[in-house]
């Protein structure tokens, strides 16, 4: 099918962006890869009077390391994310995990800030981003605020970008820590994935997360307290921290997979991810 | 009606100029206004690979992609491999190894092998099929199609 005609926006400058954003408010969607956008609007699924190509913006693709922060761009595609030293050798579980993303098509057009904003229940790098404790930065014409990757998307394709905003780019911790992302995929699609983040300053709580299986990654909190308390330890308590964690989610069947298989994939991507990062401090020491 | 919008890129390296509307697919423009055929409508939503075509050299599903998006760019589609002096060094790999059955997916995967050798020239087996996988065979012909991109590699 083709999308329903629109009006098409190709500005060259970010403040150009927010203004064309602001004036068209009502009706109007950021546009990326369109790996996600533009199916949704070729199955009518989505419809917008106005489209805002943010392709041609500079600088909005640029990866860099500051200090002990690294700033990935919105528009920063997943082939990019995957192939880029400074990812690879400060955060191989993202150049890792965006190199696996779907097919080589999707990954050379659909981008990091899509893949967000978009909110896909399915979507792998929100998962993994909320663990690291990233930040999204976003702007519009009030000025730019930040968010937590974790706190940015509330429900299935809902996040808290306001209509008018724009993902500039998304800004990862640098720290000692230790990070594993595990999935079950189907086809090209993740029916459960998990990401464990275990900080090397003992004082600093460990992070799990798990996504692709309800309507927007969770943090698990009795998994994450019982890691604290027995780092390194992988026994049948943890087992059951994690399915107190899971119990309570709101998991559907799916063409996929059933809810229950899912609840049980969930309870092992998580496992997986938690003893994945034991095995990885053991090969470091 | 949306205002047509002007564009202008390379395809299989003619420069060309045209006037499209904003939801136009490049796999439209394509085939409707470029008689380029050998670009594969089939699933329409980026899964089976038929619809591949290079745009600056990255493979992109076409199908699910702009024409507007394709201005300053170069296209290259299965009609744009080999010349006069004969076919693509991809092409005869497919050929010798009888990589092709039906040959409906052939465009599609012979441009995602020339999208992995001009960033990887020598990509293991495994690289291969994670490169290829995103391309669909109904013929279920994948044996020889890895093959034939092995044959490639030196």
Same mark, same amino acid.
Request: glycine content about 8%; overall charge negative.
């Given at each position: ?94 150049? $890792? ?15 990091? $800030? $899509? ?34 990757? $974790? ?135 | ?61 076409? *199908? ?37 059955? *039906? ?52």
């Amino acid at each position: 099918m083709l999308p329903r005609p629109f009006t098409y926006h190709r500005p060259t400058s970010l403040d150009n962006a927010v203004a064309l954003m602001a004036r068209h408010v009502d009706d109007v969607s950021p546009y990326a890869g369109g790996t996600e956008l533009l199916l949704a609007m070729k199955m009518h699924f989505a419809d917008y009077e106005h489209l805002v190509d943010l392709k041609r913006i500079p600088d909005l693709c640029a990866i860099a390391r500051n200090g002990d922060t690294l700033s990935i761009g919105a528009l920063a595609t997943h082939a990019a994310i995957a192939t880029d030293a400074v990812i690879q050798e400060a955060l191989p579980a993202l150049a $890792g995990l965006c190199g696996s993303i779907a097919n080589a098509r999707v990954r050379a057009a659909g981008t990091i $800030g $899509g893949n967000l904003c978009f909110a896909e229940p399915r979507a792998d790098p929100p998962v993994l981003l909320s663990a690291l404790d990233a930040e999204l930065c976003l702007i519009s014409v009030r000025g730019e605020r930040r968010v937590a990757a $974790g706190r940015f998307i509330t429900g299935t394709l809902e996040t808290t970008r306001a209509p008018d905003e724009i993902l500039l780019r998304i800004e990862v911790p640098l720290k000692a820590r230790t990070v594993r992302y595990e999935r079950v995929v189907h086809g090209h699609r993740t029916v459960a994935g998990a990401a464990a983040v275990i900080e090397h300053d003992a004082s600093a709580a460990p992070r799990i997360w798990l996504g692709c299986v309800a309507t927007h990654p969770v943090a698990l909190p009795n998994a994450e307290t019982y890691v604290a308390a027995n780092p390194g330890v992988l026994d049948n308590a943890l087992t059951q921290a994690i399915a107190s964690d899971i119990a309570p989610l709101n998991i559907a069947d799916d063409e996929d997979a059933g809810a229950d298989y899912r609840r049980h994939l969930a309870e092992t991507v998580t496992i997986r991810a938690i003893a994945g990062t034991v095995q990885q401090e053991v090969r470091a020491s | 009606m949306t205002p047509a919008h002007k564009i202008a890129l390379t395809l299989n390296g003619d420069q060309v100029e045209a006037s499209v509307a904003a939801h136009t697919l490049l796999i439209d423009f394509l085939r409707d206004s470029h008689a380029l055929n050998g670009v594969k409508r089939s699933c329409d939503m980026q899964v089976c690979g038929a619809c591949t075509v290079l745009v600056d050299g990255r493979p992109m599903s076409s *199908c699910t992609m702009l024409a507007v998006d394709a201005d300053g760019a170069s296209v290259a589609t299965i009609e744009g491999l080999g010349g006069p002096e004969g076919l693509d060094p991809v092409q005869e790999a497919f050929l010798e190894h009888g990589a092709l059955q *039906c040959g409906f997916c052939t465009p599609g995967f012979i441009l995602a092998t020339k999208a992995l050798l001009a960033t990887n020239p020598s990509p293991s087996r495994e690289e291969i099929e994670h490169h290829l996988s995103g391309n669909i065979c109904r013929c279920t012909g994948y044996q020889k199609i890895i093959e034939a991109v092995e044959s490639l590699v030196h």
